[in-house]
């Protein structure tokens, strides 16, 4: 039996630990954070940010649901600041990756609700601190490359391999699928590989689109 989980689809991947500022206009969703700020005091404030793979979410009463991946992540619900038109500024922050079985067509609510269920977070087989140190060795190098300022990274892998799954400019299905690594040393190993090719791109053509992202590393929970 799933988890049945409030779904906000969104164009970005959301990794564990990475801070997500949204603005909320749309009024369905606008109800999702009225929901969230209406649970008792203590309650996990949690909704599901889940990438879209193709298209656009609708919305509209009665259409399919919208064409996701697979696996998403939690985001707690930190901070919200209300406006007179009922906008909201929320920010969450990722919490734990999941796996949607389904919608759930017969919630009643305006938004999506899925069904899910929560994935493990194991090690993995192999030398992951070892591992680690040569992805975290490969970042500073990635970030020199691009003029970046080099600050120092955890010693915890989980932490490292998604601090690097966040900061690293990737297309959309790439990040998804370091998302998607079913253990951490499989993460590590995927980066190891993205961080190789992607400083000979930089040495070879001296910049990277979209490099501005990089400025401000992500902050870990």
Request: hydrophobic fraction near 40%; charged fraction near 25%; include cysteine.
């Amino acid at each position: 039996m799933g988890t049945r989980l409030p779904i906000f689809p969104l164009a970005t991947v959301l990794v564990p630990g990475l801070v997500l500022p949204l603005r909320v206009l749309e009024p369905r969703y606008q109800l999702l954070v009225q929901a969230l700020m209406a649970l008792p005091d203590g309650a996990p404030r949690q909704f599901g940010v889940i990438a879209l793979r193709s298209g656009a979410d609708s919305g509209a009463e009665g259409s399919a649901p919208p064409d996701v991946y697979a696996v998403g992540c939690t985001a707690e619900l930190r901070e919200v600041t209300p406006y007179d038109d009922g906008r909201f500024d929320i920010v969450g922050v990722g919490e734990s990756r999941f796996r949607l079985t389904d919608f759930d067509r017969g919630a009643g609510t305006p938004y999506h609700t899925g069904i899910v269920e929560f994935l493990p977070e194991p090690d993995g087989d192999g030398d992951v601190d070892g591992m680690t140190g040569l992805v975290t060795h490969l970042f500073a190098e990635y970030r020199r490359r691009l003029g970046v300022e080099v600050t120092a990274l955890p010693d915890d892998p989980q932490v490292v391999s998604y601090l690097v799954a966040a900061a690293v400019v990737l297309q959309l299905p790439e990040r998804q699928s370091l998302l998607e690594q079913p253990s951490t040393a499989q993460r590590l190993l995927a980066e190891r590989d993205m961080l190789r090719r992607e400083c000979a791109l930089v040495k070879a053509f001296r910049s990277l689109p979209a490099a501005e992202l990089l400025k401000s590393p992500p902050t870990p929970n």
